[in-house]
């Protein structure tokens, strides 16, 4: 049974910095590709970032030079470190993976950047 669980979000003042974790289980994590999404009310799922199995790494344009995306697999998790927050940052986080033409989420973490 695939499971993910996602940590770290919370409340940041703009400029300040946030790191989200994934917890992943169920699943031969070293293999696949994992990814980041957002989303707020009223709006579609976003997507942020995604890093391979090999390690190679793509970003939304809106959080490009920002937000690195990591992964330990080791430890089975993946990562997002945020800087440089802005208020348009403020979402629930999601970690992502496709099984088998299947897609995961996790329960999602609330980000809010606000002075």
């Known amino acids: 049974q695939v499971r993910l669980v996602e940590s770290g979000g919370g409340l940041v003042q703009p400029g300040g910095s946030l790191r989200l974790s994934c917890a992943a289980s169920?699943?031969?994590?070293?293999?696949?590709?994992m990814g980041w999404y957002r989303q707020t009310p009223g709006k579609q799922r976003e997507w942020v970032a995604v890093?391979?199995?090999?390690?190679?790494?793509s970003y939304a344009d809106s959080v490009k030079g920002r937000f690195t995306i990591s992964r330990d697999n080791a430890e089975n998790t993946l990562g997002l470190q945020m800087n440089s927050l802005k208020p348009e940052d403020t979402a629930v986080y999601y970690c992502?993976?496709?099984?088998?033409?299947?897609?995961?989420w996790g329960q999602g973490t609330q980000v809010t950047v606000s002075s």
């Open positions: 890093i391979t199995a090999g390690g190679s790494t």
């Open positions: 992502n993976v496709q099984v088998d033409l299947v897609q995961f």
């Open positions: 169920g699943i031969r994590f070293s293999i696949y590709p």
